[in-house]
């Protein structure tokens, strides 16, 4: 969905950039698979759902390090299951958000991406990171 600002300029849209179809984990399952997820599908964060698929949480390989560097969470590792690194509540975008109101959010949270949920606010539909942002940007016409 494309939409003009007041002078005219195109103003794209977090759904003409995310990523559609996120890869999602649930909340129960081990740590260890969800690192090799990951790590197989070669992304640096997803959501977590519940057993409804409704959003919960995020697990991103930074939450991964801060298991690692906590002791006593890295000492109980093959027992962890996602819930106890997931990080909660998350930020949402829906389809329809102008991306640079998605950049302010991603800049004022310190975060590298957004789950874009689907209309009922509850349901990840797909990821706006910071890359895409990034990708946007460059191909974007600058003035002069």
Known sequence: MNSRDNDGTTVLSVGQLM????ITVGQDVAAADAVRLLEEHEISGMPVV???GVL???LSQTDVLHARA???LWARWPGLRVRHLMHAPV???DVSMPLEEAARMMERARIHRLVVVDEDQRTPIG??????LVRALAH????G
């Open 91 to 93: 930020l949402t975008a």
């Open 50 to 52: 519940d057993a409804d």
């Open 19 to 22: 990523s559609p179809d996120p």
């Open 127 to 132: 990821i706006i990171s910071t890359s895409d």
């Open 140 to 143: 974007r016409p600058t003035d």
């Open 70 to 72: 906590s002791e006593h």
């Open 56 to 58: 919960i949480g995020m």
